[in-house]
């Protein structure tokens, strides 16, 4: 639903057509799976919005580039976190509506996006990574804004979400837009429409599970969603040609019991950022009711669970 492809970049994917030895897999792969860097041209004041560009430190000695846009008094923000090629600019339309429903926002670039630092390769778990740094980040410089910290994702940045809430408790709700169910079936969609030996296929997706170091059924959002304690909501367009709806459906199903809804937007594709925009209300009102719910039915975000622990003495203010 926003200008990103959840499937790696298709010019260099079509590059494994012609890569049909073993020998070349491993070409294949860095090729086909980079994430293409879009340059970052708009910001938050287009919108009239203040706020501070940020560098955000991250693990491998990395840094993210960051947008903070504070909501004055409020103590619960929402982190926004965009999709395999894409950048914070394209979680803008979003900010707007969050923003005025009473939410802090931090938006960032994952590591190889948007002005951050570049790193290796990018991959589900190396989001989730950042996500969790930048999590720390705003909990450590921004105690007062920290107290109550929502996700947002978008397609692999959603996946990250889901993954990043089974082990950070801090996390207490998440938004997953476009996300899809198991990347094994994502790299298999990917690589049919090049015909490929189902040994080269196979072949691929066990070095791309060795690359990033992680069994692609460990990190698939329809394996994780069961583990996940917070609050979900699921959005997806009900007309997504790059991840199928079924692929929300199923996630849902998965969940087991887990306070997990699922809203499908209609006539929406992955990249129908216009028409998410317009039910932005489905998205505040799962947040107001998130909040609320943590913090024992007050709205002031002070419930006894909602201050961070030992808040720092040198944190900054929000906008420089």
Same mark, same amino acid.
């Given at each position: 639903?926003?200008a990103?492809?959840?499937t790696?970049?298709l010019p260099?994917?079509l590059?494994?057509? +012609?890569l049909?030895t073993v +020998?070349a897999i491993p070409?294949?792969?860095?090729?086909g799976f980079r994430?293409?860097r879009?340059?970052i041209n708009?910001s938050p004041?287009?919108?009239?919005?203040?706020?501070?560009a940020?560098r955000?430190?991250t693990v491998r000695?990395r840094?993210?580039?960051?947008?903070?846009?504070?909501?004055? +008094?409020?103590?619960?923000?929402v982190?926004?976190?965009?999709?395999?090629?894409?950048n914070a600019?394209?979680?803008?339309?979003l900010a707007l509506?969050l923003?005025?429903?009473?939410?802090n926002?931090?938006?960032?670039?994952?590591?190889?996006h948007g002005?951050?630092d570049?790193?290796?390769f990018?991959?589900?778990?190396?989001?989730?990574e950042?996500?969790g740094?930048?999590?720390?980040?705003?909990r450590?410089q921004?105690?007062?804004?920290?107290a109550?910290?929502? &996700?947002?994702g978008?397609s &692999?940045?959603? +996946?990250?979400?889901l993954?990043?809430?089974?082990?950070n408790?801090q996390?207490?709700?998440?938004i997953?837009i476009?996300t899809f169910a198991?990347?094994?079936?994502l790299?298999?969609r990917s690589l049919?429409?090049?015909?490929?030996p189902?040994?080269v296929?196979n072949?691929?997706?066990?070095?791309?599970?060795?690359i990033?170091?992680h069994?692609f059924?460990d990190i698939?959002?329809?394996n994780t969603?069961?583990?996940v304690?917070?609050?979900?909501?699921?959005?997806?367009g009900?007309?997504d040609?790059?991840?199928?709806?079924?692929?929300?459906?199923?996630?849902?199903?998965?969940?087991?019991?887990?306070?997990?809804?699922?809203?499908?937007v209609?006539?929406?594709d992955?990249?129908s &950022?216009?028409l998410?925009?317009a039910?932005?209300? &489905?998205?505040v009102?799962?947040l107001?009711e998130?909040?609320?719910?943590s913090?024992?039915?007050s709205d002031n975000?002070?419930g006894p669970d909602s201050r961070p622990?030992?808040?720092?003495?040198?944190a900054q203010?929000?906008v420089?």
């Open positions: 639903m926003f990103d492809a959840a790696p970049s260099w994917v590059l494994l057509a +012609g049909v +020998g070409l294949g792969v860095h090729l994430a293409p879009l340059g708009g004041a287009a919108l009239g919005l203040d706020y501070a940020v955000i430190p000695g840094t993210l580039s960051g947008w903070l846009l504070p909501a004055p +008094g409020a103590r619960r923000s982190i926004l976190l965009h999709g395999w090629g894409s600019e394209l979680m803008l339309p509506p923003h005025r429903a009473g939410c926002l931090l938006l960032f670039n994952a590591r190889n002005s951050s570049g790193d290796t990018s991959s589900l778990p190396r989001f989730a950042d996500l740094q930048a999590i720390t980040w705003l450590a921004h105690p007062e804004a920290a109550h910290i929502s &996700v947002l978008h &692999v940045g959603a +996946g990250a979400a993954l990043e809430a089974t082990r408790p996390v207490r709700a998440v997953a476009g198991d990347p094994d079936e790299t298999e049919a429409r090049l015909h490929l189902r040994l296929v072949l691929t997706k066990r070095y791309v599970q060795w990033i170091g069994r059924a698939a959002p329809i969603i069961c583990r304690a917070c609050p979900v909501l699921l959005v997806h009900s007309h040609r790059t991840v199928p709806i079924t692929d929300a459906r199923r996630i849902a199903a998965a969940a087991n019991g887990a306070p997990v809804r699922l809203y499908e209609p006539d929406a992955h990249d &950022v216009h998410v925009e039910h932005a209300e &489905v998205l009102r799962f107001d998130t909040h609320r719910a913090c024992g039915g975000g002070a622990e030992q808040p720092r003495t040198d203010p929000w420089a």
